[in-house]
């Protein structure tokens, strides 16, 4: 029978196979997900990059950081997360195929009076048996004892006859009193016919009678021998009486199930059973007459199906805006994830836009002050050779001493500076840091030359204040986010009908006895079924609850979308008014460096010849330095505010799969 099952379960898995394929319109795919990017399992570790003792120029920088940022990384994983939660809801109308089987087979001891009845059955059958060797028997006897009549002279009530009669009345009542009724006729008709032809009469039909009777008996015994035959026949074939018997069953089910986004869920199946019965150690058959028997007589039963299930909702969960909401804002979300991920590329390039030029700054200053210690160094050599020639006190040394120790002081502070912006400008690129100092960057590209001031007038910041709203791609992604918020409480709104649903299904049935085949050749159908369920909750607290909470979820993305907008228009506005004000303070400072680079020069030769003090030339070289770094922090500040109004213009870098375009680093955008 397993074997016969298995054969079914073969022929199912075609049909299902031929049902789910054959209606493509009705098991729609999936819509495709973009690939997730490695960053998930990305586990290497930071590199250690060998630099150019020159310095790395700036695009370079951003193009490491772009490929090696751990905040980027951490949103791009952020972004796979959503991915994979997104892929979950959207398994949750995937076709899915079910199939399970089974086979039981129960053995136990017959229950007593079933035992009984067996028992008892044999038991007839043996009495039954040996009746027929009694009744064979004594119709023998009883003919042999008529034979022994037929056999006398022919006379009427003698002695011996009445002593025959006597014994034939041990083997048949019947026959003895009709001999004797016979005998006692004859017996009387002497006295009431003298001629004897009453009696004659009466002896031939005692002849006839005892004639008929011995034929009867020996066909009795025929009979007898011929019913004892057929009765031990059975009771051999029915053989002993059983004590066990078994029961198996088994059974397999083939579906596939598929919920649509309209709610509605449908369920083609192919499932059979098969059911069995009987002694143990005894052969199927029941008919004791062709040959050993002893079973129950009891087919295996084969019934298979094949159909489909169907649930429609009617209320609540009916049309995609109720029961698709969860995905479809998972997919919104994953959007918003990808769209963080490009965001995050623009922050940490600007966070090594802003390192980079501090670096620039740092290595400026150490020039200045580099040159500051060489003037103090020339500065004291002149006043040596002053003192010597006795135009200059010898207590003026320590005055020029003094100054240049101070110079060197800020020589190291501004070395110390250049390490640790170098240090910064590595962590912000996402590298390792060797043991060898060239693993440190470096920067070589110069501060951006100063725009026009009319590239940042109040008519071109508003302008890019609007433009950035559309290239921000954390604006596009707060967006997305509301847009999420909102499919859920639509969701939640559709949600609160009460529940109204409809369920039922269709199939054919095919069944037969001890030939599984037969039962797929016999179907008959359709049978079906159909049930409403209805749930109505009084107050309906949960559903509300859900809407409530999914309201305050999205007021609460449409207010960070808003005010995340405001803060880009407004920091547009403060970084081009800041810029203005920057690309001024540049020019004068270049200005003040020009002005106190003629003065120093004139100075020192004033100096040589006397004409101005000591302190004054000492003083204007203290403040052609302060000149310098008053204009290194211009020249920083304004490279920096032009990145940082590329970033909030969303015009910096795209994403960090785009190659870095260098000009966007230290431009104004257009």
């Not at 973009?34 to 060998?50: C, F, L, N, W, Y």
């Not at 074939?237 to 088994?250: C, H, I, K, S, V």
């Not at 390192?355 to 002149?382: H, P, T």
Request: proline fraction near 5%; include cysteine.
């Amino acid at each position: 029978m397993f074997r016969a099952l298995r054969t079914v379960q073969t022929g199912g898995i075609v049909l299902l196979l031929a049902i789910g394929l054959g209606s493509p319109a009705g098991f729609a795919q999936a819509p495709t997900l973009p690939s997730a990017r490695g960053a998930a399992g990305d586990q290497r570790e930071p590199p250690v990059i060998r630099f150019d003792p020159q310095g790395i120029d700036l695009a370079q920088a951003v193009s490491i950081t772009l490929q090696n940022s751990p905040d980027i990384r951490l949103a791009e994983a952020s972004a796979t997360g959503a991915l994979g939660f997104a892929q979950q809801q959207i398994g949750l109308f995937d076709t899915s195929f079910l199939g399970n089987s089974n086979y039981n087979y129960q053995r136990q001891a017959l229950r007593p009076t079933d035992f009984l009845g067996e028992q008892l059955k044999r038991s007839n059958l043996v009495t039954q048996r040996d009746s027929q060797t009694t009744t064979a028997d004594r119709l023998n006897a009883l003919a042999q004892q008529l034979r022994v009549i037929a056999g006398l002279p022919a006379e009427c009530g003698t002695s011996r006859i009445s002593q025959e009669i006597a014994l034939i009345r041990l083997l048949d009542a019947q026959t003895a009193s009709d001999l004797e009724v016979v005998d006692a006729l004859c017996g009387s008709a002497n006295a009431v016919d003298p001629s004897q032809k009453l009696r004659s009469d009466l002896l031939a039909a005692r002849q006839r009678m005892i004639s008929d009777t011995i034929t009867r008996a020996t066909s009795g015994v025929a009979s007898a021998q011929a019913g004892f035959e057929r009765l031990n026949r059975l009771v051999v074939n029915l053989g002993p009486t059983p004590d066990q018997e078994y029961f198996a069953n088994g059974a397999f089910n083939l579906s596939l199930s598929r919920l649509f986004r309209n709610g509605i869920s449908v369920s083609p199946f192919f499932n059979g059973t098969g059911n069995s019965t009987n002694f143990i150690d005894k052969p199927f058959n029941a008919d004791c007459e062709i040959g050993p028997c002893g079973g129950k007589g009891s087919l295996p039963l084969y019934n298979v199906q094949s159909g489909f299930h169907a649930f429609v909702p009617l209320a609540r969960g009916l049309g995609a805006a109720a029961t698709a909401a969860p995905e479809r804002a998972a997919l919104i979300s994953e959007q918003a994830a990808q769209l963080d991920a490009q965001h995050q590329a623009a922050v940490s390039a600007l966070s090594t836009i802003n390192a980079y030029w501090a670096v620039r700054g740092a290595q400026d200053n150490v020039d200045i002050a580099q040159r500051s210690v060489d003037l103090q160094g020339r500065i004291v050599q002149l006043t040596r050779q002053t003192i010597a020639a006795g135009n200059l006190p010898a207590i003026e040394l320590a005055r020029v001493q003094a100054s240049e120790a101070r110079s060197q002081t800020i020589l190291r502070d501004a070395l110390v500076a250049l390490q640790q912006a170098r240090v910064s400008l590595a962590t912000a690129m996402g590298i390792a840091v060797g043991s060898d100092d060239a693993t440190l960057p470096k920067a070589s590209d110069p501060f951006p030359p100063a725009p026009d001031a009319g590239s940042v007038d109040e008519p071109k910041m508003t302008q890019l204040a609007s433009d950035g709203l559309q290239l921000r791609r954390d604006v596009t992604a707060a967006l997305r986010r509301a847009e999420a918020a909102q499919v859920t409480v639509r969701g939640a709104q559709l949600n609160l009908k009460p529940k109204v649903d409809l369920t039922g299904g269709s199939w054919w049935t095919g069944n037969d006895e001890d030939v599984i085949g037969n039962a797929l050749k016999r179907w008959v159908g359709p049978s079906y079924n159909i049930a409403v369920d209805v749930e109505k909750p009084f107050g309906n607290n949960t559903q509300r609850g859900l809407l409530v909470e999914a309201q305050a979820g999205g007021a609460s993305s449409q207010i960070s979308s808003a005010d995340l907008r405001r803060q880009v228009r407004l920091d547009v506005v403060r970084t081009g008014r800041s810029l203005a004000e920057a690309i001024e303070r540049v020019r004068l400072a270049q200005s003040a460096v020009q002005f106190y680079q003629q003065t120093i020069d004139g100075e020192l030769a004033r100096f040589q010849i006397g004409e101005v003090t000591l302190i004054d030339t000492i003083t204007t070289e203290a403040q052609q330095a302060d000149a310098r770094r008053a204009l290194v922090a211009a020249q920083q500040e304004l490279a920096q505010l032009i990145a940082e109004l590329r970033f909030e213009t969303g015009t910096l870098v795209p994403d960090a799969a785009t190659p870095v375009t260098p000009a966007n680093l230290i431009t104004i955008p257009r």
